[in-house]
T-cell receptor
Framework: DTGVSQDPRHKITKRGQNVTFRCDPISEHNRLYWYRQTLGQGPEFLTY????????KSRLLSDRFSAERPKGSFSTLEIQRTEQGDSAMYLC???FGLGNTEAFFGQGTRLTVV | AQRVTQPEKLLSVFKGAPVELKCNYSYSGSPELFWYVQYSRQRLQLLLR??SRESIKGFTADLNKGETSFHLKKPFAQEEDSAMYYCALRRDPSGTYKYIFGTGTRLKVLA
C-alpha cells in the first residue's frame, strides 16, 4: 500500500499517560495535515506542515499537543497527560505541490483514553 | 468565519431513486469545494471537486455561489453508494490549503 500510513491503528491508554502517533505520508508529498474526528463530527483541522515547517496550528491544539515533522517526511503527533476528551480518531493527510491537488488521507489512529 | 453545513445526518433512499446530499458553505473569498466519501472500514477519499466539473460514479455537484451551495446529486442510487459523505471547503488565504469539513451525511441505499 503506497498510501498514507498511520501507526498505530488503535491505542488505548490510561488518563494522564503520554501517547505518540506516527504518520508516513505519500512519498514526496510536501504538505502534511493532522485532523481529529469525534463521533458524529467531520474531521477538524489540527495542524499543517509544509516540508518540515509547521505553518498553522488550530486553537484546538492545546499545550498538551505537539506535532513534528523533523525531516519533512514522516510526522509525529504527541499528546501529553491525556484526558478522556482526547478520545477520538486522529487522521493524517498529505498532498503535493502547488495549486489544486487533493489531500490523501490515512486510515487514522483511534485513541481511547480510559 | 468559514463554515460548511450539511443539514442531514442520515439520508435513506431506495435503489434507483435520485439522491441529493445538501451542502451549504460560508466563505468570504472564492471557495474551492470538494466532496469526500468514506465507505465502511475504508479511509476518507476524494469523490469530486467543483473545479473539475466532472462526474464520478454518476455523482455530480454544481457550485452555486448565489445560494452558497454545493449539493451532491445522483439520478439513480446504487446500493454500493451507501457511505458517509463529507462536504469540504478548502481555503488558502495564507497558503495552507487546509480543508474545513461539514459534519457529514450518512447515505443508506435500500434494496
Amino acid at each position: 500500500d503506497t498510501g498514507v500510513s498511520q501507526d498505530p491503528r488503535h491505542k488505548i491508554t490510561k488518563r494522564g499517560q503520554n501517547v505518540t502517533f506516527r504518520c508516513d505520508p505519500i512519498s514526496e508529498h510536501n504538505r502534511l495535515y493532522w485532523y481529529r474526528q469525534t463521533l458524529g463530527q467531520g474531521p477538524e483541522f489540527l495542524t499543517y506542515f509544509q516540508n518540515e515547517a509547521q505553518l498553522e496550528k488550530s486553537r484546538l491544539l492545546s499545550d498538551r499537543f505537539s506535532a513534528e515533522r523533523p525531516k519533512g517526511s514522516f510526522s509525529t503527533l504527541e499528546i501529553q497527560r491525556t484526558e478522556q476528551g482526547d478520545s477520538a480518531m486522529y487522521l493524517c493527510a498529505s498532498s503535493f505541490g502547488l495549486g489544486n491537488t487533493e489531500a490523501f488521507f490515512g486510515q487514522g489512529t483511534r485513541l481511547t483514553v480510559v | 468565519a468559514q463554515r460548511v453545513t450539511q443539514p442531514e445526518k442520515l439520508l435513506s433512499v431506495f435503489k434507483g431513486a435520485p439522491v441529493e446530499l445538501k451542502c451549504n458553505y460560508s466563505y468570504s473569498g472564492s471557495p474551492e469545494l470538494f466532496w469526500y466519501v468514506q465507505y465502511s472500514r475504508q479511509r476518507l477519499q476524494l469523490l469530486l471537486r467543483h473545479i473539475s466539473r466532472e462526474s464520478i460514479k454518476g455523482f455530480t455537484a454544481d457550485l452555486n455561489k448565489g445560494e452558497t451551495s454545493f449539493h451532491l446529486k445522483k439520478p439513480f442510487a446504487q446500493e454500493e453508494d451507501s457511505a458517509m459523505y463529507y462536504c469540504a471547503l478548502r481555503r488558502d488565504p495564507s497558503g495552507t490549503y487546509k480543508y474545513i469539513f461539514g459534519t457529514g451525511t450518512r447515505l443508506k441505499v435500500l434494496a
